[in-house]
């Protein structure tokens, strides 16, 4: 097991998600509710593909960043905080990939309540609902978005799988 699938399972199993065994049986689905976590929602201004790449380029952006802070939060308050201090950053890291990539689109970036539908990872669900976010918004904000869970941290674990797992609402 990884440094990181090990800070993950004590993430999870500190929040009550994962049972004592650190195991979750492969039958069963946990459901996980909102109100401990905080996950970040990249919307891109369109869904051109130039668009499209261009918020994968900034999601890359924002998460190399955030992840070291995210990780190292021990529970929803201090991720909260972590969250609101590092707004105006986010918004920076985004504008300055933006530029790099030739376009020239503001950027909102803004900590809320918004609703997302299901989501599954593994054996534990995030059920449709309102949900606390980092929510970045590119331009106009008119095309399909990426988002994952950052605390308990599993953005990090999502990229570290793979550069194309792509959620979209």
Known sequence: MTGK???VLLTLLLLGIVPATGTIPNNQETVYPSGGLIRLHVVANSDSAADQDLKRKVRDEIVHYIAPSFSSAGDIDSARTIALDSLDHIGEIS????????KEYPVRVELDSFAFPTKHYGAFVLPAGSYEAVRVTIGAGGGA????????????VDLSKAATNSQQE
């Open 5 to 7: 699938a090990k800070i």
């Open 95 to 102: 504008l300055s990939k933006i530029k790099a990539e030739g």
């Open 145 to 156: 978005n990426w988002w994952c869970v950052l605390f308990p941290p599993l953005c990090f």
